[in-house]
């Protein structure tokens, strides 16, 4: 199993802004909230040499070593991977990498409760 998981301020706000959550959640309280519903879930995943997890973010911004990592514990060769870009097009998804930043003033307190509750599930940028 491959999990690809992705910077939870970008989904918090993904959540604001299609409705899975009201903009009266965005508060700090409800950001924590979030977070540990997202703990939660993480905390069901069995620990196993069958599970492989991959950053979103390093998916779309090193998608090369991230791929061979990925080609590596499916024990696949690159040759294998005869579709490449067809479906995951990392022009286009780099764009939704950070939005957090741009709705940063609506959602402050909120992303701001996630980011205090979880910080080991923020993207590291400066990696």
């Given at each position: ?56 973010e390093d998916l779309i911004l090193d998608y090369d070593r991230t791929v061979k ?59």
């Open positions: 199993m491959i999990i690809v998981e992705r910077d939870l301020r970008d989904i918090l706000c993904n959540e604001m802004r299609y409705g899975v959550a009201s903009n009266a959640d965005s508060t700090y309280e409800y950001g924590k909230h979030f977070a540990e519903l997202q703990i939660s879930l993480r905390e069901n995943i069995p620990v196993s040499d069958s599970v492989m997890w991959v950053r979103f990592k990925i080609e590596e514990f499916l024990k696949l060769d690159s040759r294998d991977h005869i579709e490449a870009g067809k479906y995951l097009k990392t022009e286009i998804s780099i764009r939704n990498i950070g939005q957090w930043k741009d709705y940063y003033k609506e959602y402050r307190e909120a992303i701001n409760g996630v980011a205090d509750m979880v910080p080991e599930y923020l993207y590291d940028f400066e990696e």
